[in-house]
C-alpha cells in the first residue's frame, strides 16, 4: 500500500488505497465497540514524519501535510462521519455527538504543528479534526512555537 512497497523506510501510502486506509480506521472502530470497548478518538497515524527518514527501521507511514488533508476531506472524514451518525442512530440519539471518535491529526514533534496547522485551514477540514496530538521530545527546541 505504501510507495516503497514496505512496511518501514521512505515511503507514502499510495492514493488509491486511500478509502481502503479510511475503511480499515472505521472497521478497526467497530470491531472494538462490538468488544464494549469504548475509542473516543484516533490519530491520522504515529509520527507521520518518520516516513520520510530511509531505512527507518520499524512500521512507519510519510504523510504530507497536503496529503493528510486530502486524505482526511475525501476519505477518512467522511468515513467517521458516517460511522459516528449510524452509532448515533443505533443507541437512539440522533443529535448527541458526545460519543462520537474524535480525529487528532500530526501525531508527531511540536516543531511540525505551525506547517501542519496551516493544512487545515480548508473549513472542511476544521470541521473534520478535532486537534493535534504533540509530541514533546524536542521541546525544549521549540518552546516558543
Known amino acids: 500500500m505504501k510507495t516503497n512497497s514496505k512496511l518501514n523506510g521512505f515511503g507514502f501510502l499510495k492514493r488509491q488505497f486511500y478509502q481502503v486506509w479510511a475503511d480499515y480506521f472505521v472497521k478497526f472502530i467497530e470491531s472494538y465497540r462490538a468488544q464494549n470497548v469504548s475509542i473516543w478518538g484516533v490519530t491520522t497515524g504515529n509520527e507521520p514524519m518518520n516516513g520520510f527518514i530511509p531505512e527507518f527501521p520499524f512500521n512507519c507511514m510519510g504523510w504530507t ?10 476519505n477518512l ?69
Open 65 to 74: 501535510p497536503t496529503r493528510v488533508k486530502d486524505w482526511i476531506m475525501n
Open 77 to 145: 472524514g467522511p468515513s467517521l462521519h458516517a460511522m459516528n451518525a449510524r452509532h448515533r442512530r443505533e443507541r437512539g440519539r440522533n443529535s448527541d455527538e458526545e460519543e462520537d471518535v474524535k480525529l487528532i491529526m500530526l501525531d508527531d514533534n511540536k516543531i511540525n504543528l505551525a506547517l501542519w496547522s496551516r493544512a487545515v485551514s480548508n473549513k472542511l477540514c476544521v470541521l473534520l479534526v478535532t486537534g493535534f496530538f504533540l509530541c514533546l521530545q524536542f521541546a525544549a527546541h521549540t518552546h516558543s512555537l
